[in-house]
């Protein structure tokens, strides 16, 4: 499989540099596999411990779920509060501040919305399907340039000295007293590994406790116009995630691109990586996206899409995402599963981790990855 011709789309994200170097052998501290979100925290906060850090990612920094998100910061999980995941939005913000990195985070709150033709809360001048929509509640949250907030991440742990390298599909973990890891015929050799590979996790790590891989869709739509806005009552409105079915979740950008996001398509990472989404089920499901918000609002009906993408996400067969060593091998850790709602998770995940591996920490139960 050739690692950076993902078909997946493009997204409507500022473009970004990461400070990547030519991959060779050698050894490190702490070798982090994924260059997501949960990756580049991990190496952030393991490179500023003085500890000499390789970050290694298979394809492009941003081409996977951490750069196509749509950058609703949510608290929590999708399973709701968790131990150690109860502060992840506070967290982030202060992390983002902390390191002044420019992306466009904006903590105002959430939309839960629903599909209800009864109950209180604010109707919507919206209609899914034959369905009206409400506003239930609104919990907190907010909305990031998600690929800005990689990229400063990435481009941080960079310059407190963890190496940065793309192309660099690890293809061989090996769990030892003294760890290493492959890519092709490259070997490094490290103390601590951390796995932050998301949808990958399986394929890299045979017998860890299951999570199903599946794909997930978006489109922005062109910057929309003052009355467009107002007639769609986003002005200024809030992103937005619906808790019943059919499934749909959405905000504003910061020049006013209107993005929404539903629908999945399941297999192996490897499947996934293979598809493209101008052809069979993606394109109906974009297909049908495209239609529905086409028809939300007769404002709607003839505005233009600019982008069409997916990316893909972990689910985990239990009620939680993952953290932890792999059994057997304690300077092995693992995070990933949090479906559609890793966007803060991630970044906690990784300090998590790296706490662990700082200070010797424990991490929380979620769930063990083995
Ligand atoms: C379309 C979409 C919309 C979403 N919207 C939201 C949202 O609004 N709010 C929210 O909270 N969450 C959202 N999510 C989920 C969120 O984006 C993810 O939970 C989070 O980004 C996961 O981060 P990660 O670092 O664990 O995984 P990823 O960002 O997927 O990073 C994993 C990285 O590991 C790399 N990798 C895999 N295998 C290897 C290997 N063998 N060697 C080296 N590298 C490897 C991959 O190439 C990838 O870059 C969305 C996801 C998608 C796809």
Same mark, same amino acid.
């Given at each position: 499989?050739?690692?950076?011709?993902?078909?997946?789309?493009?997204?409507?994200?500022?473009?970004?540099? @990461?400070?990547?170097?030519?991959?060779?052998?050698?050894?490190?501290?702490?070798?982090?596999?994924?260059?997501?979100?949960?990756?580049?925290?991990?190496?952030?906060?393991?490179?500023?411990?003085?500890?000499?850090?390789?970050?290694?990612?298979?394809?492009? @920094?941003?081409?996977?779920?951490?750069? &196509?998100?749509?950058? !609703?910061?949510?608290?929590?999980?999708?399973?709701? $509060?968790?131990?150690?995941?109860?502060?992840?939005?506070?967290?982030?913000?202060?992390?983002?501040?902390?390191?002044?990195?420019?992306?466009?985070?904006?903590?105002?709150?959430?939309?839960?919305?629903?599909? &209800?033709?009864?109950?209180?809360?604010?109707?919507?001048?919206?209609?899914?399907?034959? @369905?009206?929509?409400?506003?239930?509640?609104?919990?907190?949250?907010?909305?990031?340039?998600?690929? $800005?907030?990689?990229?400063?991440?990435?481009?941080?742990? *960079?310059? %407190?000295?963890?190496? !940065?390298?793309?192309?660099?599909?690890?293809?061989?973990?090996?769990?030892?007293?003294?760890?290493?890891?492959?890519?092709?015929?490259?070997?490094?050799?490290?103390?601590?590994?951390?796995?932050?590979?998301?949808?990958?996790?399986?394929?890299?790590?045979?017998?860890?406790?299951?999570?199903?891989?599946?794909?997930?869709? *978006?489109?922005?739509?062109?910057?929309?116009?003052?009355?467009?806005?107002?007639? =769609?009552?986003?002005?200024?409105?809030?992103?937005?995630?619906?808790?019943? /079915?059919?499934?749909?979740?959405?905000?504003?950008?910061?020049?006013?691109? /209107?993005?929404?996001?539903?629908? !999945?398509?399941?297999?192996?990472?490897?499947?996934?990586? $293979?598809?493209?989404?101008?052809?069979?089920?993606?394109?109906?499901?974009?297909?049908? /996206?495209? %239609?529905?918000?086409?028809?939300?609002?007769?404002? !709607?009906?003839?505005?233009?899409?600019?982008?069409?993408? $997916?990316?893909?996400? *972990?689910?985990?067969?239990?009620?939680?995402?993952?953290?932890? &060593?792999?059994?057997?091998?304690?300077?092995?850790?693992?995070?990933?599963?949090? %479906?559609?709602?890793?966007?803060? /998770?991630?970044?906690?995940?990784?300090?998590?981790?790296? &706490?662990?591996? =700082?200070?010797?920490?424990?991490?929380?139960?979620?769930?063990?990855?083995?």
């Amino acid at each position: 499989m050739s690692d950076s011709i993902r078909r997946w789309g493009g997204q409507p994200w500022r473009p970004q540099r @990461f400070a990547v170097q030519p991959l060779r052998a050698g050894s490190a501290d702490a070798i982090v596999v994924g260059g997501g979100l949960t990756g580049a925290s991990a190496a952030l906060f393991i490179a500023r411990a003085g500890m000499r850090t390789i970050l290694l990612e298979a394809g492009r @920094f941003g081409d996977a779920a951490s750069g &196509r998100t749509g950058g !609703l910061v949510l608290e929590g999980t999708a399973w709701g $509060a968790r131990e150690g995941a109860n502060q992840c939005v506070p967290d982030l913000q202060k992390l983002i501040a902390d390191e002044a990195i420019d992306c466009g985070l904006e903590i105002n709150g959430c939309w839960e919305i629903d599909h &209800r033709k009864d109950g209180g809360g604010k109707r919507l001048p919206w209609r899914d399907g034959e @369905f009206p929509i409400r506003i239930v509640r609104t919990v907190a949250g907010g909305i990031v340039d998600p690929l $800005a907030m990689l990229a400063g991440l990435a481009n941080r742990a *960079a310059a %407190a000295g963890a190496i !940065l390298h793309e192309d660099a599909r690890v293809t061989k973990v090996i769990a030892g007293e003294s760890p290493a890891v492959e890519v092709g015929r490259i070997r490094l050799a490290a103390r601590y590994i951390v796995i932050a590979a998301n949808a990958w996790t399986p394929a890299l790590v045979p017998g860890i406790r299951a999570t199903r891989a599946a794909l997930t869709y *978006a489109i922005a739509t062109a910057p929309l116009e003052e009355p467009t806005l107002a007639a =769609i009552d986003l002005n200024p409105g809030l992103p937005f995630y619906t808790v019943d /079915l059919p499934y749909l979740w959405g905000r504003l950008t910061a020049d006013r691109q /209107l993005i929404m996001g539903a629908g !999945l398509v399941w297999g192996t990472a490897d499947e996934l990586e $293979a598809v493209d989404i101008d052809e069979g089920e993606s394109r109906a499901v974009l297909d049908r /996206l495209e %239609a529905r918000v086409r028809l939300l609002n007769p404002a !709607l009906a003839a505005v233009r899409i600019t982008h069409r993408w $997916a990316g893909p996400i *972990a689910i985990p067969d239990g009620q939680a995402p993952q953290i932890g &060593r792999l059994a057997g091998a304690s300077n092995i850790f693992v995070a990933s599963g949090y %479906a559609g709602h890793g966007v803060a /998770l991630s970044v906690t995940a990784g300090r998590l981790i790296a &706490r662990a591996i =700082i200070e010797g920490a424990s991490l929380p139960r979620w769930a063990d990855p083995s």
